[in-house]
C-alpha cells in the first residue's frame, strides 16, 4: 500500500532503493562484516576495550594514552601543559591513524588522502578542546560541542576544503565508534544502584519522547525513516541516537 502523504512516483522511488540495499546487503552475506564501518566501529572498539582489560589485569593501565588539555587561565599555562604531554599527544595520534588507516585501507580509501585529512581533524580537535579548557570558557558558553560546530560553519561557507579532505571526515565512523566505547565505561552496578524506579522513568521519557517525535513527524508529511532518525536523536542521545538509528531504517545521509 502506498504511504499516505507520499506521491506514486515518490514511493516508487523509495521502494527501488530499499529493495537495491535489501539486495546488495543480502550478496555481501559474511564480507558486512569487515566491508561496512559498522561492523568495524564494533570491531576496533572491542579490540581497544579487550586491551585495556589485559593491561589491567596484568597491573597496568592504558591510561596513558587518554591524554587531554587541562584547565588553564594563561597561554603560558596552556603551553606548559602541552610540553609536558606532547609525547602522549603524539602517541594518542598515531594510534587512532594506524587503527582508523588500516580499517579504511580495508573499505577502499586511498591512505594518503586519509592520513593527510586526518592531521587536520586531529590538530583542530586539541585546538578546540584546549578552548573548552579555558577557565573562562563556561562563562562564555564556549563548550568544544559548540565551538567546533561554529569552526566547521565558518570553514565550510566562508573557506572551504577540497573534496580529497572527505577521505578523513568519517563523522560517522568517529561517532559509532565512540558509542561503542561510551557503553563500555557504563558499568552495570551503576545501572543497579539507579534502581528500577529510575530505569523505568527514563524508559518512560524516552519511549514518550521518540513517539511523540515521530507521530508529528508523519502529521507533517515527513518520511518515516527521518521521523524515527528524529524521534530517536531527541528520545536518546542527539547525534549519536540519530546516527545510531539511520543505519537500522536505511535513512538517506
Request: with cysteine; proline share 3%; charged share 10%.
Amino acid at each position: 500500500m502506498e504511504p499516505t502523504g507520499v506521491s506514486t512516483a515518490e514511493y516508487g522511488v523509495t521502494k527501488i532503493g530499499a529493495d537495491k540495499a535489501a539486495s546488495a546487503s543480502t550478496r555481501m552475506g559474511w564480507k558486512e562484516l569487515y566491508l561496512k564501518e559498522d561492523w568495524w566501529a564494533v570491531w576496533l572498539s572491542l579490540g581497544i576495550v579487550v586491551v585495556g582489560y589485559l593491561a589491567f589485569a596484568s597491573g597496568h593501565s592504558i591510561s596513558w594514552i587518554a591524554v587531554a588539555p587541562a584547565e588553564w587561565s594563561t597561554l603560558g599555562q596552556l603551553w606548559m601543559d602541552f610540553s609536558a604531554h606532547i609525547g602522549q599527544y603524539a602517541g594518542q595520534f598515531i594510534l587512532w591513524g594506524l587503527i582508523f588507516s588500516i580499517s579504511l585501507r580495508v573499505l577502499g580509501f586511498q591512505l594518503s588522502a586519509f592520513l593527510t585529512s586526518f592531521v587536520f581533524v586531529y590538530v583542530f580537535s586539541i585546538i578546540i578542546f584546549m578552548i573548552g579548557a579555558w577557565d573562562h570558557a563556561h562563562t562564555y558558553n564556549l563548550e568544544p560541542p559548540l565551538v567546533a560546530l561554529i569552526l566547521g560553519m565558518i570553514i565550510s561557507n566562508l573557506i572551504g576544503l577540497p573534496r580529497w579532505m572527505d577521505a578523513g571526515f568519517r563523522v560517522e565512523y568517529y561517532d559509532k565508534t565512540g558509542i561503542v566505547l561510551l557503553g563500555a565505561t557504563l558499568p552495570f552496578n551503576l545501572i543497579i544502584l539507579a534502581g528500577p524506579v529510575a530505569i523505568f522513568q527514563a524508559s518512560i521519557v524516552s519511549i514518550a519522547t521518540f513517539v511523540t517525535i515521530y507521530f508529528l513527524g508523519r502529521k507533517f508529511g515527513l518520511d518515516r525513516r527521518l521521523c524515527a532518525t528524529l524521534g530517536a536523536g531527541g528520545a536518546v542521545g542527539g547525534v549519536s541516537g540519530s546516527i545510531a538509528i539511520a543505519g537500522a531504517v536505511g535513512a538517506k545521509k
